[in-house]
């Protein structure tokens, strides 16, 4: 079992950075691929980022690609999610997911193992 809870988001003009948090809990959380999501209103839940369990590969949306940084800290059982030169199109609730599939096979929101319960991004224009 693996709870997951995002810390980071919050209101931020266009242009601007965030950095977002999820901390898990449970002993097996480098055995994990770690991703993010988001959803917007009235929008399906899209995939964000994604990274292996060493760190050693990631996966990116197209439209964060370049903007956008995943990283983990498996000792701090912690995974991020850096957001730099951002868009009003990037609001959304973000999602932290776990996921058993490698880093390009996580994209499908039924891969997932564990969500978090989400954090609100606002991007102001």
């Known amino acids: 079992q693996v709870q997951l809870v995002e810390s980071g988001g919050g209101l931020v003009q266009a242009g601007g950075s965030l950095r977002l948090s999820c901390a898990a809990s449970?002993?097996?959380?480098?055995?994990?691929?770690m991703g993010w999501f988001r959803q917007a209103p009235g929008k399906e839940r899209e995939f964000v980022a994604a990274i292996s369990w060493s760190g050693g590969s990631t996966y990116w949306a197209d439209s964060v690609k370049g903007r956008f940084t995943i990283s983990r800290d498996n000792a701090k059982n912690t995974v991020y999610l850096q957001m730099n030169s951002l868009k009003p199109e990037d609001t959304a609730v973000y999602y932290c997911?776990?996921?058993?599939?490698?880093?390009?096979?996580?994209?499908?929101?039924?891969?997932?193992?564990?969500w978090g319960q989400g954090t609100q991004v606002t991007v102001s224009s």
């Open positions: 997911a776990a996921s058993k599939y490698s880093t390009v096979l996580v994209r499908t929101t039924t891969r997932i193992d564990y």
């Open positions: 449970g002993r097996t959380f480098n055995s994990y691929t």
